[in-house]
């Protein structure tokens, strides 16, 4: 079946399987690996994607739910061209990241919080974070990462 | 990837209801439950129905003496709503400690209730505060209080070409209402233990009425009489905690699993409830 949305600003329109998830029609039809695939039980958050501006499991969402209405952001709408999206250039300067797995989706739930919530104290950092696994940073600089793009710490 | 399954996307309620009634179809939601469920193999659908776009399914509609909370609301839109903040904390808190952010701009309260684990954090809350659940299907529709709708374990009472509709909750029953949540991690945990206190208070100050619910300590959510008891017409700060602790053990049935012990369960629901009655004590204006 034909399904249209909006991806990343622009309308795409993908044949897709009633049983398929919007994580595989990402990565395997629109071959855009940035979304990750961790557990794909909701537990984990490497796929996390925006729709309509909240943050989700991809793995669970089905495609074929999807209409022209929908926007759907991946890692790879956040950039302009070379120019990083500050939650982008702030994770690379506080070593936000070691492998890098987590960090797509880490990255866009901290985009749907902040974009929610502009000034979020470190306990609510936490929690916007807490649906993201990373088993490398211990989350420290993470937290810091979105101290430096609120602004309450200022970056070297 | 899923088993092959057919989808529907519902516009309209009678839609939905034909094609559950008469089509074979399972309703989805959030999928959060449902779609985890068939990727591990625990559950079959070859006809899915999305239920998440119909608006008499995912309204919340604040009234004078209630709320009307539909059961596909997001959890983060029920957790948005200042009506439930205002007027059920007890349920706020529940959701907001369901899974992730993800999970809850997914997940509905009519999938917590509809898979009814013992651990369901919506559904301890609901059962607290005596929710009504509102069920309807293409001849009609009935209510049927929440108690009654979780017969068993993960058991509900809806028939097959049913939907719940939503749940009915009445205003002003409660002076106190709190809920808490023990798990081994901080988000998208199954709780070990949760549950729900509802306290009154008559003129007097002393308690008049509470409703205690516990989960995960039985095979489904279970309700306290028997420690209720032991609080009535006491003052909320001069509550026989270990009067209170054993009558809670006595009332529950843990077993021990991945999670905890039954020891554990069973010690800590005991602090826990002592744990609400010290946050109402605190909160109680004399």
């Not at chain 1, 039809?29 to 537990?43: A, D, P, Q």
């Not at chain 1, 929690?127 to 070297?156: F, H, M, P, W």
Request: aromatic fraction near 4%; include cysteine; hydrophobic fraction near 40%.
């Amino acid at each position: 079946m034909l399904v249209s949305f909006n991806l990343n600003g622009n309308p795409v329109e993908v044949d897709v399987m009633p049983h398929w998830s919007l994580l595989d029609v990402l990565r395997d039809k629109l071959e855009l690996m940035g979304t990750k695939k961790g557990c794909e039980t909701g537990e984990c958050g490497a796929c996390t994607v925006l729709l309509n501006g909240d943050n989700v499991n991809s793995c669970l969402v089905l495609a074929s739910k999807l209409s022209a209405e929908d926007e759907v952001t991946t890692i790879e709408g956040l950039a302009k061209d070379a120019l990083l999206h500050p939650i982008q250039a702030a994770f690379a300067e506080r070593g936000a990241l070691q492998c890098g797995y987590c960090t797509p989706g880490m990255i866009l739930s901290v985009k749907a919080m902040l974009d929610k919530n502009p000034h979020p104290t470190r306990e609510q950092i936490k929690e916007g974070i807490s649906g993201n696994l990373c088993r490398c940073t211990g989350y420290e600089q993470i937290v810091e990462a979105v101290e430096v793009v609120i602004g309450e710490v200022k970056d070297q | 990837m899923f088993p092959k399954f057919e989808l529907t996307k519902a516009a309209t309620l009678q839609e939905a209801l034909r094609e559950i009634g008469e089509n074979n179809g399972t309703p989805v939601c959030g999928g959060t439950d449902l779609l985890v469920q068939l990727r591990g193999g625990v559950r079959s659908a070859a006809h899915v129905v999305d239920i998440s776009g119909i608006a008499e399914l995912t309204e919340i509609r604040e009234e004078d003496s209630g709320v009307f909370i539909g059961a596909a609301c997001p959890l983060s839109a029920v957790q948005a709503n200042s009506a439930v903040a205002e007027h059920f904390p007890a349920l706020w808190q529940a959701v907001s400690k369901v899974g992730s952010a993800q999970i809850r701009n997914a997940a509905s309260l009519g999938g917590n209730v509809q898979t009814a684990s013992p651990a369901a954090d919506g559904l301890v809350a609901l059962m607290a505060l005596d929710a009504t659940v509102c069920l309807v299907s293409s001849d009609g529709a009935r209510e049927m209080p929440i108690s009654q709708f979780n017969s068993g374990f993960k058991k509900t009472e809806l028939r097959g070409s049913e939907l719940i509709r939503g749940f009915y909750l009445k205003k002003s029953v409660w002076d106190f209402q709190e809920f808490f949540k023990i798990g081994r991690r901080n988000a998208l945990a199954i709780s070990v233990v949760n549950g729900a206190v509802c306290i009154r208070y008559c003129g007097d100050g002393r308690i008049e009425d509470a409703a205690i619910v516990l989960g995960a300590v039985s095979p489904a959510p279970i309700r306290l009489k028997a420690v209720e008891q032991v609080l009535m017409g006491c003052a909320v700060d001069c509550v026989d905690e270990q009067k209170l602790r054993d009558a809670v053990v006595d009332s529950i049935s843990p077993i021990s699993d991945i999670r905890a012990s039954k020891e554990y369960r069973s010690y800590i629901a005991g602090v826990m409830v002592n744990r609400m009655l010290r946050s109402a004590a605190k909160k109680e204006v004399v």
